[in-house]
């Protein structure tokens, strides 16, 4: 086999192993779901274990803003790079009818606050936490 076929051959392995395990999670990740909907999150607790990368899948069912705000435990979790701009000032704003996926990484255990920082949600009831063990 000449040395331009046997790179190219090279080349196409190597891509169709990337295409085929992008989309696969780590064995260890684990889906969460978390529903913004009119003054309240489902579920409002979250159990985290420390190690263990979590895909955090929150959706605004309401027909207004959102936001999942944990200053407190975005500070103790590492973030996915390509999820990293989407966690502002520990926030995650969730536009109406819309979701927002972030991988992240517990590293520090705590208890720690979730609520809506939009003005009153909290008060409404918008209000949780999560905990990291």
Do not use: W
């Not at 051959?9 to 889906?31: C, E, I, K, W």
């Not at 207004?64 to 995650?92: C, E, I, Q």
């Not at 990484?105 to 209000?127: I, K, Q, R």
């Amino acid at each position: 086999m000449n040395l331009l076929r046997r790179a190219a051959v090279v080349a196409f392995l190597a891509l169709t192993m990337t295409n085929a395990t992008a989309g696969d999670a780590p064995a260890n990740r684990q889906d969460l779901e978390v529903v913004l909907s009119n003054f309240s999150f489902a579920p409002n607790m979250l159990q985290l274990q420390r190690g263990t990368s979590y895909a955090l899948h929150l959706v605004n069912r309401a027909s207004g803003g959102h936001s999942f705000s944990a200053p407190g435990l975005f500070a103790a979790v590492a973030v996915a790079a390509a999820d990293g701009s989407k966690v502002v000032s520990g926030k995650v704003e969730v536009p109406a009818g819309q979701t927002v996926d972030i991988v992240f990484t517990p590293t520090t255990a705590g208890t720690y606050p979730v609520v809506c920082s939009h003005f009153l949600h909290s008060t409404f009831g918008m209000h949780g936490e999560a905990v990291i063990e």
